[in-house]
Nanobody
Framework: QLQLVESGGGLVQAGGSLRLSCAAS????????MGWFRQAPGKEREFVAA???????FYGASVKGRFTLSRGNARNTVYLEMNSLKPEDTAVYYC?????????????????WGPGTQVTVSS
């Protein structure tokens, strides 16, 4: 089993920055894929970014150029640096993981999810 825990959410003004962290514990897959999704009230879960531990990062169109996904030195932590935040970035952000040779953008490919962390961007 793999457990995920997010941290770093909060309230920020438009144009500001936040950094989210996701720490994995338990069984770490050999082809580890870790991603971030977000869900605003009344909307579907949206792909934000994903990273393959062996290489390869992909971003959703709405965050490309503003968000950066990186991994920590330990094989269990990723960081989502969010810059130039907009009110439309307000959502619950979820960390997700699974084993994959490809970068996946659809939530159904991820079998493990964290509880989520709220990000609120005020105008």
């Amino acid at each position: 089993q793999l457990q995920l825990v997010e941290s770093g959410g909060g309230l920020v003004q438009a144009g500001g920055s936040l950094r989210l962290s996701c720490a994995a514990s338990g069984h770490i897959f050999s082809n580890l894929l870790m991603g971030w999704f977000r869900q605003a009230p009344g909307k579907e879960r949206e792909f934000v970014a994903a990273l393959r531990w062996s290489g390869g990062t992909f971003y959703g169109a709405s965050v490309k150029g503003r968000f950066t996904l990186s991994r920590g030195n330990a094989r269990n932590t990723v960081y989502l640096e969010m810059n130039s935040l907009k009110p439309e970035d307000t959502a619950v952000y979820y960390c997700a993981a699974d084993s994959s040779l490809l970068v996946r953008t659809a939530p159904e490919y991820y079998g493990y999810w964290g509880p989520g962390t709220q990000v609120t961007v005020s105008s």
